[in-house]
């Protein structure tokens, strides 16, 4: 051996010793940031897919005839078809292969619902090609729920980094495929456009999931966080300190005699009018009020890059100070952007928006998985979600079909988002309520 070179071994050739063997082992990337990665590029392209269906709505409107109170009942159905399916996809997020199975067919069911869209001739099948196949395969990929309950469970003292990290997956892929969309119409007319999302879906999402996915750290011989095992509780007593966060393994009944459940349930209910409601109605509402398609898409594009880049900063916050008062945070910050969205006309302050979206909505998905993670532990937790998420779905559902249902009867959006407003408001209120459950 060169003498320049620095030896692991001892001066007779013995093998390293345990602490150098440690070192090495600790030096390694631990396992769970590949499962963020996974969970970063599902949330990516599901997150890119819904950024960008906005961009549909007119042209759909104009070749079909179909009122926007139409192609947003999509949503009904596909949170019907999701609601049926949330209580059989939480239990096998448990499962040793569940999570793996669950998101690489989530991802080649989702490319091939989006590829259908390119042959929609009529509204029963796009109800079936988007509402049913697309709905359902990016749900199983690459929805909040899937993803923060696979990260949780890999993750406990820096669960609230995790999540954010993997979060930002969703708002970085909307800023990528809304430009990309929007050209692709351009290019070669929605339909065309449909078929180059539904590519860019199994690619970026069956591989990585077939390959790289894990349920838990214990598969693997190794403690979330990559503590070594000795040390794993030990490990876990700063993230147990401000009362945030329990490692209690509870069950499904047992969390339903919780008030809290039911609490963080109603608010998040609420706040889902906006998050998963109104948002698909931003790029009509911002080109009825006369700002052209590629501005719009510009707005989403600043919206999800701001998004991106704060989510970090809530994980990180929410490690620090009750996770229910940055989620209250959260609320309220966003409630202030869609009033601004509502007073603008014209000019510039359009970007206002965005920005103030983003930094309250940019921490919501990190927050939810966080919220369910640490106040009720990582053991059932995808049993528990799976059972009790198809009650905020169906906010999610119907959010949609009564924003454009005003739109459809006043040809205007701003009523739908003034009871955005105050459903953000209720939602942050009641959220400060929600303390984490009780043991006993």
């Not at 919780?258 to 009509?284: K, M, R």
């Not at 309220?332 to 930094?359: E, K, N």
Request: glycine share 12%.
């Amino acid at each position: 051996m060169p003498d320049n070179l620095p030896s692991t071994q001892g001066a007779r050739g013995e093998p390293p010793s345990p602490g150098v063997a440690a070192g090495r082992r600790r030096t390694r990337l631990f396992y769970g940031w590949h499962i963020v990665l996974t969970a970063f590029l599902a949330s990516a392209m599901t997150g890119g897919v819904g950024y960008s269906f906005g961009l549909f709505i007119k042209p759909m409107s104009a070749e079909f005839g179909w009122s926007r109170s139409l192609i947003s009942s999509v949503f009904l159905v596909r949170t019907l078809t999701i609601a049926l399916a949330s209580p059989l996809f939480g239990p096998l997020l448990d499962r040793k292969e569940g999570a793996r199975l669950i998101m690489a067919l989530g991802g080649a069911v989702a490319a091939l619902g989006l590829a259908l869209l390119a042959l929609t001739p009529s509204l029963p099948f796009f109800f079936l090609s988007y509402g049913v196949l697309a709905g359902l395969g990016t749900f199983a990929l690459g929805t909040e729920l899937v993803t923060s309950t696979l990260v949780s469970k890999w993750f406990v003292r820096r669960r609230g980094r995790a999540l954010a990290v993997a979060a930002m997956g969703t708002s970085l892929g909307g800023a990528a495929l809304v430009p990309v969309t929007n050209l692709l119409i351009g290019a070669f007319d929605w339909r065309g456009a449909w078929v180059g999302l539904a590519v860019l879906m199994f690619l970026g999402t069956v591989p990585v999931s077939a390959l790289l996915v894990r349920r838990q750290p214990e598969d693997m011989g190794l403690s979330p966080d990559g503590a070594c095992s000795g040390a794993h509780q030990a490990s876990l007593e700063p993230a147990l300190s401000p009362g945030q966060q329990t490692e209690r393994a509870w069950t499904i009944k047992e969390a339903a005699r919780q008030p809290t459940l039911w609490v963080i349930i109603a608010c998040f209910s609420l706040s889902t009018l906006t998050f998963g409601g109104l948002f698909v109605h931003f790029i009509p509402y911002i080109t009825d009020k006369g700002y052209s398609p590629s501005l719009a898409s510009a707005v989403i594009t600043v919206l999800g890059l701001t998004a991106g880049l704060v989510k970090p900063a809530w994980g990180l916050l929410a490690e620090r100070v009750p996770v229910r008062y940055a989620v209250a945070a959260c609320f309220v910050i966003t409630a202030s952007s869609l009033g601004a969205l509502i007073l603008t006309t014209r000019g510039p302050i359009i970007f206002l928006f965005p920005v103030l979206y983003a930094l309250g909505a940019g921490g919501l998905l990190p927050l939810t998985g966080l919220i369910w993670a640490n106040y009720f532990g990582r053991h059932f937790l995808g049993a528990i979600r799976g059972v009790f998420t198809p009650v905020t779905l169906i906010a999610n559902g119907v959010a949609p079909l009564f924003a454009a249902f005003i739109y459809d009867t006043t040809r205007s959006y701003d009523l739908a988002y003034l009871v955005g407003i105050g459903a953000l408001l209720l939602g942050a209120i009641g959220i400060l309520f929600a303390r984490p459950p009780s043991a006993h």
